[in-house]
């Protein structure tokens, strides 16, 4: 399995308050991305990453910010959260270009109340 | 925009063979397919890349139809194992990025 680990598993907060998401891999890859996933929508790209401080957005990145100062790690930051960003949160990580499998973390279930 | 994926959900007796669609009105360079169990993350089970041999391991197969920009998954005599839902994900070409976009999922029971 690939190395990668997210936290927290599990979080509730409430409307307005910061959240952080933390994504950790250990096979030095230079990809990583964000997905949340909500029923009826798969999985959809929040924002990624191609190296050290060099970060893109993806298809639903207003509300969201990330951050990578260092390869193995990921951060993704909900500045104040709302109830919209009730969701799964996956972590992914991608060794290289284009036509290369993307591996994925075990999620993170964020409830905002 | 979100390639299409279809049925949205099949239901199979053990031994049954299943064929999972995925279209994209883009031109596509690969195609990934993925499986998810209820709670757990999606795991990767194969690439279909612009050119490239259709691929298969076990019961499981698929192949891409790059004039098309379609992809079908093949599960032949499945199992109780091969239960989840299965998503397609698409990469267009001149993607430096390995962006993939991600159908709506096709979910498979397979009951004994």
């Known amino acids: 399995d690939a190395g990668i680990t997210q936290s927290p598993r599990h979080k509730v907060t409430e409307t307005g308050t910061p959240v952080t998401l933390r994504c950790h891999q250990t096979?030095?890859?230079?990809?990583m991305y964000w997905y949340r996933q909500d029923p009826g929508h798969g999985l959809r790209l929040i924002h990624y990453s191609y190296g050290v401080k060099d970060t893109d957005k993806g298809e639903v990145s207003d509300g969201y910010s990330v951050s990578r100062s260092k390869t193995e790690d990921f951060l993704l930051t909900l500045e104040s959260a709302t109830s919209s960003q009730t969701s799964v949160y996956f972590c992914a990580i991608s060794g290289g270009a284009v036509g290369q499998p993307q591996h994925f973390g075990d999620g993170t279930r964020l409830s905002i109340l | 925009q979100q390639p299409v994926q279809s049925p949205q959900a099949v239901i199979l007796r053990e031994g049954e063979d299943a064929v999972i669609n995925c279209s994209s009105s883009k031109a596509l360079y690969s195609v990934h397919w993925y499986r998810q169990k209820h709670g757990e993350a999606p795991i990767f089970l194969m690439i279909?890349?612009?050119?490239?041999e259709q691929k298969g391991h076990d019961k499981i197969s698929a192949s891409f139809n790059e004039k098309k920009q379609q992809s079908s998954l093949y599960l032949t005599a499945s199992q109780l194992s091969y239960s989840g839902t299965y998503f397609c994900?698409?990469?267009?070409?001149?993607?430096?990025?390995?962006?993939?976009?991600f159908g709506g999922g096709t979910r498979l029971m397979v009951k004994p």
């Open positions: 096979e030095n890859h230079r990809y």
């Open positions: 279909l890349l612009k050119g490239g």
């Open positions: 994900g698409t990469e267009i070409s001149n993607n430096a990025g390995n962006m993939l976009t």
